[in-house]
């Protein structure tokens, strides 16, 4: 199984919670306005997920400029980080610590969408001589249909090409 957040609008809409096992989404209401409720929530429906299924990689995808969250986001019981673009990531791989996964942080439309291939490349060095050895290679969230296909293949190219021996974060 695996984990997704998603909040769309604070106030308006919930976090949505699934859980890909059965393909059921639980939808977490935010109590009092609060992201933090929802983040508390988040910890407590994932504590009996991960216990039953102590083998299985679990992967939190939150959206947008999260830094003010991230003390709350690095007590969530996932083994992998999935960070927005607008998340500042050395601040993120400071809270988190050096040996949390994290998941991509390359800009969807600056890079991908409106960068060049090299623009591309550097950017996903940059994520990975950031986050050192334990960072996945990945964009900031969804892609553009319209993204040059150049670009998805320069963010391949670093993928194969990275040695993630060779970036050590202390």
């Known amino acids: 199984p695996r984990l997704v957040g998603r909040r769309q609008r604070p106030a308006a809409r919930p976090l949505q919670f699934a859980h890909e096992e059965n393909f059921q989404t639980r939808q977490i209401r935010p109590r009092d306005g609060l992201v933090a409720g929802w983040l508390s929530e988040l910890a407590a429906c994932s504590k009996p997920i991960n216990s039953r299924h102590r083998h299985v990689i679990t992967r939190l995808h939150i959206w947008g400029k999260?830094?003010?969250?991230?003390?709350?986001?690095?007590?969530?019981?996932?083994?992998?980080?999935?960070?927005?673009?607008?998340?500042?990531?050395?601040e993120a791989r400071k809270t988190l610590g050096p040996r949390r996964v994290v998941l991509g942080n390359v800009s969807t439309i600056t890079d991908l969408l409106e960068g060049t291939p090299r623009k591309v490349y550097e950017a996903a060095r940059e994520c990975h001589v950031t986050c050192g050895r334990f960072h996945v290679v990945g964009s900031g969230c969804e892609v553009s249909p319209n993204m040059p296909p150049e670009?998805?293949?320069?963010?391949?190219?670093?993928?194969q090409e990275y040695k993630p021996e060779e970036f050590v974060v202390e």
């Open 151 to 159: 670009n998805l293949r320069a963010l391949l190219d670093y993928a």
């Open 66 to 90: 999260t830094d003010a969250l991230m003390r709350l986001i690095a007590e969530l019981p996932v083994d992998i980080y999935e960070l927005d673009f607008h998340t500042n990531l050395p």
